[in-house]
């Protein structure tokens, strides 16, 4: 789970990266939207993929 965790925080990253870029002029303003709507399915995706297996973790912990 930390790794988990350490992955979402590289998204946030990611988010201020394009921020920057986009105020020191390297992406316009549709490519920095365009890059973090990506990048937030992206997260989106993989949060759901971990809750799903902490989920089935945690079914398996009760079930011994």
Do not use: H, P, W, Y
């Amino acid at each position: 789970l930390v790794g988990s965790e350490m992955c979402i925080r590289d998204s946030r990253d990611a988010m201020d990266k394009f921020k920057a870029q986009r105020k020191a002029g390297e992406l316009t303003e549709d490519d920095q939207k365009n890059l973090e709507e990506e990048v937030q399915k992206l997260t989106d995706k993989f949060v759901k993929e971990i809750d799903a297996t902490c989920a089935r973790k945690n079914q398996e912990i009760m079930e011994v």
